[in-house]
C-alpha cells in the first residue's frame, strides 16, 4: 500500500514544482515586476477577504464531495453484483422520516453558513468606509490603454498606477473610479482586488488598500478588440514619501529642454497634438497616453514593450509593429524627425 502511495506524491510534488517555474517564468517576463499576476497570495484588503472566503468555500465544498464519493465508492464496492446472488430484488424501503429530515436540515444549514459567509464579505467589499487619507483614482478604459486622473493632485498619468503602501494603523487605500471611453473593459490586478468593470456611460467604482511595497501585475479581463490581450495594467505600491515624490513631480510641466528643440517642434507642428497632451506644450489631445511624463513610466503601450530609446522610436515609426491593431497610426515621419522626435520625447522625465 504505502509504496502504492510513493508515486503519487512524487507526481503532487512535480506540479507544485511545475506550478513554481511557470510563475517564475511570468514574473522574468514581466520585466522584473515582483509577482506574476495570480490570486493566490494577496496583498491587499479586498483580494484578501476574497481569498479567505473562496477558501472557506472551498473546504466545505470539498467535505462534501469527500464524503460523497466515500460513501458512493463504499456503496459501488460492497453492493456490487456476486457471483453466488440469487437474483432477487432487496428489501424495499419506503420514506424514513430521520433520513430524510437529516438530508434536508444539513444541505439548509450549510446554505445558510455559506450565504452569511459570503454576504459578510459583499458587504465588507461592497460598501467600505473610507478614512480621511484615501487616495482617489479616476480610471478610464480606452481601446487599448489605461488613462489614470488623479483628481485631487491635479495630473493625469497613464497604464502604471502609482498609491502609497497602506500601513494597517492608518490606512491609505485607494478609491478607484471607473470610466470608459469607448467599449467594455475590466480592471483586474488579481493580487490587490476581484476585477470590476468599466462600461461607458456608466460609473462604477473599487478600492484597493495594498500593505506590501512591490509592482503588481493587472490586466484588462473584458475582451475589448484585437490588442485586448495587451492592455496590461500594473500598480506601483511605494512607500508615501516615494509616492509623494512620484506625485509631485507629475504636478510639473513638461521639461523644456533647448537640446531637443528641435524635436519639440516636430511634435507641435504634427497630429500628435491631436491625440497627446504635454503639459506647456500645445498638445492638448486625449484620445491617447499623456506623454508629460513619459519617461516615469517602465512600459509603453500598456505594459506591450519596455520604455526604452529604441522601443520609443520602433514605436512611432510603426506602433503595429509593436501591437497590431492599434489605434495610434504611423505617422510617417523620415529618419530625421524620427531621432529628434525620439530625443525629445526621451527627456520627459
Ligand atoms: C490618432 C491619434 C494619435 C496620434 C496622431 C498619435 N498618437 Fe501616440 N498614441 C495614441 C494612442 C491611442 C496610444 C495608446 C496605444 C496603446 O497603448 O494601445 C498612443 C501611444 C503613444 C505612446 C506610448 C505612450 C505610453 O505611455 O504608453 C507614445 C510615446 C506616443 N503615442 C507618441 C506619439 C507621437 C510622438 C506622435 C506623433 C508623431 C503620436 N503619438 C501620434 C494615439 C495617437
Ligand atoms: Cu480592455
Redesign the pocket.
Known amino acids: 500500500m504505502i509504496s502504492n502511495f510513493q508515486p503519487g506524491l512524487g507526481t503532487i510534488r512535480k506540479v507544485g514544482l511545475l506550478w513554481i517555474g511557470l510563475t517564475e517564468m511570468a514574473v522574468a517576463d514581466s520585466g522584473g515586476a515582483s509577482a506574476g499576476p495570480h490570486m493566490f497570495a494577496p496583498v491587499s484588503t479586498p483580494a484578501h477577504s476574497i481569498y479567505r472566503l473562496a477558501m472557506f468555500v472551498l473546504v466545505v465544498t470539498a467535505a462534501i464531495f469527500l464524503t460523497v464519493v466515500s460513501l458512493l465508492v463504499y456503496s459501488i464496492v460492497k453492493y456490487r453484483r456476486r457471483p453466488s446472488d440469487n437474483g432477487r430484488e432487496p428489501p424495499q424501503v419506503y420514506g424514513s422520516n430521520q433520513v430524510e429530515l437529516a438530508w434536508t436540515v444539513l444541505p439548509v444549514l450549510i446554505v445558510v453558513v455559506l450565504f452569511l459567509a459570503s454576504a459578510r464579505v459583499i458587504h465588507a467589499v461592497g460598501d467600505p468606509r473610507f478614512p480621511a487619507g484615501t487616495i482617489e483614482v479616476t480610471a478610464v478604459g ?4 489605461w488613462e489614470f486622473r488623479y483628481p485631487k493632485q491635479g495630473f493625469v498619468s ?2 502604471e498606477l502609482h498609491v502609497p503602501v497602506s500601513d494597517p494603523e492608518h490606512p491609505t487605500p485607494t478609491h478607484i473610479t471607473l470610466l470608459s471611453a469607448d467599449t467594455d473593459h475590466s480592471f483586474w490586478v488579481p493580487r490587490l482586488a476581484g476585477k470590476t468593470d468599466l462600461i461607458p456611460n456608466r460609473e462604477n467604482s473599487m478600492w484597493i488598500d495594498p500593505h506590501e511595497i512591490g509592482v503588481y501585475l493587472g490586466q484588462c479581463a473584458q475582451y475589448c478588440g484585437t ?1 485586448h490581450a ?2 496590461l495594467l500594473r500598480v506601483i505600491v511605494e512607500s508615501p514619501e516615494d509616492f509623494a515624490r512620484w506625485a509631485a513631480n507629475q504636478r510639473q510641466s513638461a521639461e523644456r529642454a533647448e537640446s531637443v528643440a528641435r524635436g519639440r517642434q ?2 507641435e507642428a ?3 497634438v ?3 497632451t504635454v503639459a506647456g506644450t500645445n498638445g492638448k ?1 486625449t ?3 499623456d ?1 508629460t511624463h ?1 519617461m516615469s ?1 517602465q ?4 505594459g ?1 514593450a519596455p ?1 526604452t530609446r529604441e522601443n ?1 522610436r520602433l ?2 515609426k510603426n ?1 503595429d509593429d509593436i ?1 497590431p491593431g ?4 504611423a ?1 510617417q ?1 523620415n529618419d530625421q524627425e524620427l531621432n529628434e ?1 525620439v530625443a525629445y ?1 526621451a527627456s520627459l522625465h
Open positions: 480606452h481601446q487599448f490603454w497613464a497604464n490588442q495587451k492592455m516636430v511634435f504634427t497630429a500628435c491631436n491625440c497627446h489631445g484620445f491617447g497616453p506623454l513619459l513610466r512600459t509603453i503601450a500598456a506591450a520604455n520609443l514605436w512611432i506602433p501591437k492599434v489605434r495610434m497610426p505617422m515621419l522626435v520625447l
